[in-house]
């Protein structure tokens, strides 16, 4: 599977961005795909979390209520619409597909067998 983010950018705290990330090769195995960050001198963090088949959804806490994951089975593509954007919100985005689990959806790293190459998002305040 291969994963290609774009929609990052620059954009003033209270403004509002879109990611998306499309998958190719072999998408029929997508389990889950899911969204991280990573800040300068940070680890790379979760963000959200979407299951390809059922409408289950997973978020952290910095960015519920705030951002809002969607995907698009027919065009093998995940979104990420990023609302109320903050300084601290400035970070390289990465799209991921997850491995399956009995769990569902995952926060770890380790549970993301794809990586995407990361769009970059700075927030101005």
């Known amino acids: 599977v291969q994963l290609q983010a774009s929609g990052g950018g620059l954009v003033q705290a209270g403004g509002s961005l879109r990611l998306s990330c499309a998958a190719s090769?072999?998408?029929?195995?997508?389990?889950?795909m899911g969204w991280f960050r990573q800040a300068p001198g940070k680890e790379r963090e979760f963000v959200a979390a979407?299951?390809?088949?059922?409408?289950?959804?997973y978020y952290s806490d910095t960015v519920k209520g705030r951002f809002t994951i969607s995907r698009d089975i027919a065009k093998n593509t995940v979104y990420l619409q990023m609302n109320s954007l903050k300084p601290e919100d400035t970070a390289v985005y990465y799209c991921?597909?997850?491995?399956?689990?009995?769990?569902?959806?995952?926060?770890?790293?380790?549970?993301?067998?794809?990586w995407g190459q990361g769009t970059q998002v700075t927030v101005s305040s």
């Open positions: 991921a597909a997850g491995r399956p689990l009995r769990a569902g959806l995952s926060g770890r790293k380790d549970d993301y067998l794809y």
């Open positions: 090769g072999r998408t029929f195995s997508i389990y889950s």
């Open positions: 979407i299951m390809w088949g059922p409408d289950t959804i």
